[in-house]
Nanobody, 118 residues
Framework: QAQLVESGGGLVQAGDSLKLSCAAS????????MAWFRQSPGKEREFVAA???????NYEDSVKGRFTISRDNTKNTVYLQMNSLKPEDTGVYYC????????????WGQGTQVTVSS
């Protein structure tokens, strides 16, 4: 019954901000490594950001300094605060979960569309 449900996407202008949320139905959410990926037309899905169970984070180079991933273990929710959005940030953003540091991402949400106009 594991489910990840993203929300918060929308249409914004370049330079604007959005905050995405991912509500996770996981038995032990606080133990999972959580991440955001995105996919735009004609491109493969790419890694955006991840946050480990201990709170450490990793970011794709193009979003460093602009995006912040965080998690609220009391709400079983992971967030992606996106600032200074660029048209190239456009895509479907997916939430993903992995059960450990060494496992790949096994649980995925349906995605939320982010469109940044110039």
């Amino acid at each position: 019954q594991a489910q990840l449900v993203e929300s918060g996407g929308g249409l914004v202008q370049a330079g604007d901000s959005l905050k995405l949320s991912c509500a996770a139905s996981l038995l032990t959410f606080m133990r999972y490594r959580m991440a955001w990926f995105r996919q735009s037309p004609g491109k493969e899905r790419e890694f955006v950001a991840a946050i480990m169970s201990g709170g450490s984070t990793n970011y794709e180079d193009s979003v460093k300094g602009r995006f912040t991933i965080s998690r609220d273990n009391t709400k079983n929710t992971v967030y992606l605060q996106m600032n200074s959005l660029k048209p190239e940030d456009t895509g479907v953003y997916y939430c993903a979960a992995a059960r450990s540091m060494i496992s790949d991402y096994d649980f995925w949400g349906q995605g939320t569309q982010v469109t940044v106009s110039s």
